[in-house]
């Protein structure tokens, strides 16, 4: 607390100390005016020899000597009645005799009593010229006290020698030798009491310090807290009992300058049993009467529940009940320190010359089943068996953090990481300790986890971003097929983050309208007209330029944007049909649009094809709906049901990518179909070698396959004995497009046809009675 070193006084020069009339002057005070308590009346007479020397006001000369003999004395200049008294006399005299301009001393003092000397009776004055000095006279002057009672007092006078330029006067009292002697004790007495009943008996631990560090008084209350006697504890040195480390030089010199009245600091006592106790200080200093610092007084309270409490509670916040891991606060205190950490801060030895962070990310697979098999109580069990392992395996070391998450997650953080390499080692060595099987409440239970791992220099990251990139790249690993560990990759982190990105754009982008419909003919095989035309939506987006349906679609079916989309792309869909039919009554070209399952599911799709063919007045006949097959075959009746209304509205059915899912033909049979579009896999075996096909080596579907044109055929059979149409897609060549035809396929649309365009291509095709075929 209070080391030497900290607390070794220094004088402070005159014109800085503080005003005071020290520990003696306010003893004789009394209760009324006492200022601080002091340590009795030991510390009184110190107090007071240092009082009566304060020779800042002392007249220079052989008087200097006289004011040593009388340190009462009383300096008193006649022409402009200035005067100066002791300290010690001031406080039984009247409060106007401060040293400031004021009465002679004879209006303060009084009439004399008795004298002996040159003067008697009449207030004291006088005056001598030159360098002469007459007798010192002494005489009983009648003080003028600050109690309703004078007080009579044997004080001396002399002349006082000066400069040539002034003359002076002076009147001395010793004030010492108070004929009512016995009130002045009485009051010290008082004064001693009051201090004791203070002191002795306060609750609080109180020590009074000299300037050596040393305790000379101390009370019971500080005695007790340490355990030891209060005899045993005086004259012992600070350093004993308090540890020296950590004192406020700065707030120390602010007290010795009288900047502040004291200050606080927590530190720790050693108990006589060895145990620590931690006290909350107060300091601060007991000065004499010129201002210096004479005494240190120290006020300890006990705060060691105090402090226990709050460790208590500091360990809740920053640990997770359940497994007693650092939680995901700790985490971060942690993970943010090492990246803050100043570059030129040695690292370990070995480490590189740029200080390094890595996390292993976490989470087991497959614990939501057992949790919902065997219940939560034997899901934290196991959480508690995980913990367990990996804290024996990877904690305990100055660079190593084991901690949980939140859920089934938990992270290991490696400060000053050495590479990627020790950062994927370490991930290997976590798969392997978690791959033996657990025994939880009489299951063996077996799980395995998918680790994250991202590792990279403190300056070219932040805790927030590096957390993120390793969830990222933990979810990589379920995506990668589980139980593995997989390695940041940049590329792939900013895929995923565009990814991002644009699904939060997609609402937005629709409002803004950024989105187009294009349109690709749909193509009778056996006459090369126009029967329809699929169509098929772009983003136009600003920074990325036109985006493919591949690009955002599976983006809006996961964030819910797919249900206003497809709204949006049906009712546009259903005006442009309507125009075509007001140009080419004749052809009567349908529109195809795809309906995504979320649409199915979570919206009311037989009203929205209502509302939509209401207002564009698009005949339902002239309507044809696309759907997957697994959205068709989805739980529930729901989708049958959605799909029957619409058929019974007039609205045409296809099965879209035919042959690519689990297919039941008997429930097929059942299903309020129209068309079936083969997937485009089957269309590949149609081609004939390229000239770009390299010998020997053909390309995949770049020669023709005779099963492929079977199973074809096979499905184009099943669907006419069914009374429906089929379409193929993904038409490149004549070639393809003459044998789908002997197949009897119906219809059929790609590049070999014509590319998806804007709704002027389809118009176009239909003046011209058939597409420019690309092959011609």
């Given at each position: 607390m209070i080391g030497r070193s900290a607390l070794s006084f220094r004088r402070v020069p005159a014109h800085r100390r503080p005003t005071t009339g020290g520990p003696a002057a306010d003893r004789l005070r009394g209760p009324r005016q006492s200022a601080e308590p002091t340590a009795g009346s030991r510390l009184a007479g110190r107090t007071s020899s240092s009082v009566s020397s304060g020779r800042e006001h002392a007249v220079p000369g052989q008087n200097e000597g006289a004011d040593a003999h009388h340190p009462g004395g009383r300096h008193e200049e006649s022409p402009c009645h200035r005067h100066l008294a002791s300290p010690v006399l001031e406080p039984v005299l009247d409060p106007a005799l401060e040293p400031t301009l004021g009465p002679t001393a004879g209006s303060a003092v009084g009439p004399v009593v008795g004298s002996t000397g040159g003067t008697g009776g009449g207030p004291v004055s006088g005056?001598?010229?030159?360098?002469?000095?007459?007798?010192?006279?002494?005489?009983?002057?009648?003080?003028?006290?600050?109690?309703?009672?004078?007080?009579?007092?044997?004080?001396?006078?002399?002349?006082?020698?000066?400069?040539?330029?002034?003359?002076?006067?002076?009147?001395?009292?010793?004030?010492?030798?108070?004929?009512?002697?016995?009130?002045?004790?009485?009051?010290?007495?008082?004064?001693?009491?009051?201090?004791?009943?203070?002191?002795?008996?306060?609750?609080?631990?109180?020590?009074?310090?000299?300037?050596?560090?040393?305790?000379?008084?101390?009370n019971p209350a500080f005695a007790a807290l340490i355990g030891q006697g209060v005899g045993d504890l005086v004259r012992t040195h600070l350093h004993e009992i308090i540890d020296p480390e950590g004192m406020p030089d700065r707030l120390f010199s602010e007290l010795v300058r009288g900047e502040r009245e004291r200050f606080r600091v927590e530190k720790q006592l050693k108990h006589r049993e060895g145990h620590t106790v931690w006290s909350k200080v107060t300091v601060s200093l007991i000065r004499d009467g010129a201002g210096d610092p004479l005494y240190t007084l120290a006020l300890v309270e006990d705060i060691t529940e105090q402090r226990r409490l709050g460790d208590r509670l500091e360990y809740q916040a920053l640990h997770d009940p359940l497994t007693r891991l650092p939680n995901r606060t700790y985490f971060f205190e942690r993970l943010d320190a090492a990246c803050l950490a100043p570059a030129d801060q040695p690292g370990p030895v070995g480490a590189p010359d740029e200080r390094r962070v890595g996390v292993c990310y976490l989470d087991l697979d497959g614990f939501a089943a057992i949790n919902e098999a065997l219940g939560h109580h034997i899901g934290d069990q196991l959480l508690i068996a995980v913990a367990t392992r990996l804290r024996r395996g990877f904690d305990g070391r100055d660079t190593h953090l084991v901690a949980r998450m939140g859920g089934d997650e938990f992270a290991v953080l490696v400060t000053d990481s050495l590479g990627s390499e020790q950062l994927t080692e370490l991930a290997a060595r976590i798969l392997e300790v978690l791959e033996r099987p657990f025994d939880v409440a009489g299951h063996r239970l077996v799980v395995t986890a998918s680790v994250g791992v991202v590792e990279r220099s403190v300056h070219e990251t932040t805790s927030t971003d590096l957390v993120k990139d390793a969830d990222a790249t933990l979810y990589w690993s379920k995506a990668d097929g589980r139980a593995r560990w997989t390695l940041y990759d940049p590329d792939r982190g900013a895929h995923q983050l565009t990814r991002q990105l644009l699904a939060t754009a997609l609402r937005p982008a629709l409002e803004r309208g950024e989105f187009a419909i294009e349109y690709q003919p749909l193509v009778g095989l056996a006459d090369?007209?126009?029967?329809?035309?699929?169509?098929?939506?772009?983003?136009?987006?600003?920074?990325?330029?036109?985006?493919?349906?591949?690009?955002?679609?599976?983006?809006?079916?996961?964030?819910?944007?797919?249900?206003?989309?497809?709204?949006?792309?049906?009712?546009?869909?259903?005006?442009?049909?309507?125009?075509?039919?007001?140009?080419?009554?004749?052809?009567?070209?349908?529109?195809?649009?795809?309906?995504?399952?979320?649409?199915?599911?979570?919206?009311?799709?037989?009203?929205?094809?209502?509302?939509?063919?209401?207002?564009?007045?698009?005949?339902?006949?002239?309507?044809?709906?696309?759907?997957?097959?697994?959205?068709?075959?989805?739980?529930?009746?729901?989708?049958?049901?959605?799909?029957?209304?619409?058929?019974?509205?007039?609205?045409?059915?296809?099965?879209?990518?035919?042959?690519?899912?689990?297919?039941?033909?008997?429930?097929?049979?059942?299903?309020?179909?129209?068309?079936?579009?083969?997937?485009?896999?089957?269309?590949?075996?149609?081609?004939?070698?390229?000239?770009?096909?390299?010998?020997?080596?053909?390309?995949?579907?770049?020669?023709?396959?005779?099963?492929?044109?079977?199973?074809?055929?096979?499905?184009?059979?099943?669907?006419?004995?069914?009374?429906?149409?089929?379409?193929?897609?993904?038409?490149?060549?004549?070639?393809?497009?003459?044998?789908?035809?002997?197949?009897?396929?119906?219809?059929?649309?790609?590049?070999?046809?014509?590319?998806?365009?804007?709704?002027?291509?389809?118009?176009?095709?239909?003046?011209?009675?058939?597409?420019?075929?690309?092959?011609?």
């Amino acid at each position: 607390m209070i080391g030497r070193s900290a607390l070794s006084f220094r004088r402070v020069p005159a014109h800085r100390r503080p005003t005071t009339g020290g520990p003696a002057a306010d003893r004789l005070r009394g209760p009324r005016q006492s200022a601080e308590p002091t340590a009795g009346s030991r510390l009184a007479g110190r107090t007071s020899s240092s009082v009566s020397s304060g020779r800042e006001h002392a007249v220079p000369g052989q008087n200097e000597g006289a004011d040593a003999h009388h340190p009462g004395g009383r300096h008193e200049e006649s022409p402009c009645h200035r005067h100066l008294a002791s300290p010690v006399l001031e406080p039984v005299l009247d409060p106007a005799l401060e040293p400031t301009l004021g009465p002679t001393a004879g209006s303060a003092v009084g009439p004399v009593v008795g004298s002996t000397g040159g003067t008697g009776g009449g207030p004291v004055s006088g005056s001598v010229t030159g360098p002469a000095a007459g007798p010192v006279t002494s005489f009983t002057a009648l003080g003028t006290l600050t109690e309703p009672e004078p007080l009579l007092c044997p004080t001396c006078a002399a002349p006082l020698s000066g400069d040539a330029r002034r003359e002076r006067g002076l009147t001395r009292g010793s004030g010492r030798e108070s004929i009512d002697t016995d009130r002045l004790l009485a009051a010290l007495r008082a004064s001693e009491s009051r201090f004791r009943a203070a002191f002795c008996d306060a609750v609080i631990g109180m020590a009074l310090i000299d300037a050596e560090d040393r305790i000379i008084e101390v009370n019971p209350a500080f005695a007790a807290l340490i355990g030891q006697g209060v005899g045993d504890l005086v004259r012992t040195h600070l350093h004993e009992i308090i540890d020296p480390e950590g004192m406020p030089d700065r707030l120390f010199s602010e007290l010795v300058r009288g900047e502040r009245e004291r200050f606080r600091v927590e530190k720790q006592l050693k108990h006589r049993e060895g145990h620590t106790v931690w006290s909350k200080v107060t300091v601060s200093l007991i000065r004499d009467g010129a201002g210096d610092p004479l005494y240190t007084l120290a006020l300890v309270e006990d705060i060691t529940e105090q402090r226990r409490l709050g460790d208590r509670l500091e360990y809740q916040a920053l640990h997770d009940p359940l497994t007693r891991l650092p939680n995901r606060t700790y985490f971060f205190e942690r993970l943010d320190a090492a990246c803050l950490a100043p570059a030129d801060q040695p690292g370990p030895v070995g480490a590189p010359d740029e200080r390094r962070v890595g996390v292993c990310y976490l989470d087991l697979d497959g614990f939501a089943a057992i949790n919902e098999a065997l219940g939560h109580h034997i899901g934290d069990q196991l959480l508690i068996a995980v913990a367990t392992r990996l804290r024996r395996g990877f904690d305990g070391r100055d660079t190593h953090l084991v901690a949980r998450m939140g859920g089934d997650e938990f992270a290991v953080l490696v400060t000053d990481s050495l590479g990627s390499e020790q950062l994927t080692e370490l991930a290997a060595r976590i798969l392997e300790v978690l791959e033996r099987p657990f025994d939880v409440a009489g299951h063996r239970l077996v799980v395995t986890a998918s680790v994250g791992v991202v590792e990279r220099s403190v300056h070219e990251t932040t805790s927030t971003d590096l957390v993120k990139d390793a969830d990222a790249t933990l979810y990589w690993s379920k995506a990668d097929g589980r139980a593995r560990w997989t390695l940041y990759d940049p590329d792939r982190g900013a895929h995923q983050l565009t990814r991002q990105l644009l699904a939060t754009a997609l609402r937005p982008a629709l409002e803004r309208g950024e989105f187009a419909i294009e349109y690709q003919p749909l193509v009778g095989l056996a006459d090369g007209t126009v029967h329809g035309a699929e169509a098929l939506v772009r983003w136009r987006h600003p920074r990325y330029g036109t985006l493919s349906p591949d690009r955002f679609i599976p983006l809006a079916e996961e964030t819910g944007a797919i249900v206003p989309l497809g709204t949006w792309v049906l009712e546009e869909s259903c005006r442009q049909a309507r125009q075509w039919l007001a140009e080419f009554p004749e052809t009567e070209t349908f529109v195809s649009v795809n309906l995504a399952a979320r649409q199915i599911w979570d919206s009311d799709i037989v009203a929205d094809v209502a509302r939509a063919l209401e207002r564009t007045g698009l005949p339902a006949r002239l309507l044809q709906l696309e759907i997957t097959e697994s959205a068709l075959l989805g739980p529930g009746g729901r989708p049958l049901q959605a799909l029957q209304a619409l058929a019974d509205m007039g609205v045409r059915i296809a099965i879209d990518d035919f042959g690519t899912g689990y297919s039941n033909l008997a429930y097929l049979s059942r299903l309020p179909v129209h068309v079936l579009k083969l997937d485009g896999t089957f269309i590949e075996g149609f081609r004939e070698p390229s000239p770009t096909d390299r010998p020997g080596r053909p390309e995949l579907g770049s020669r023709r396959s005779d099963a492929d044109e079977q199973i074809v055929g096979a499905m184009v059979q099943l669907a006419h004995t069914l009374g429906l149409t089929v379409t193929a897609e993904g038409i490149e060549s004549a070639a393809q497009a003459e044998r789908l035809r002997l197949t009897g396929c119906d219809t059929a649309q790609g590049w070999y046809f014509a590319r998806p365009g804007e709704a002027e291509l389809v118009a176009a095709i239909l003046r011209d009675g058939r597409p420019a075929l690309q092959g011609r």
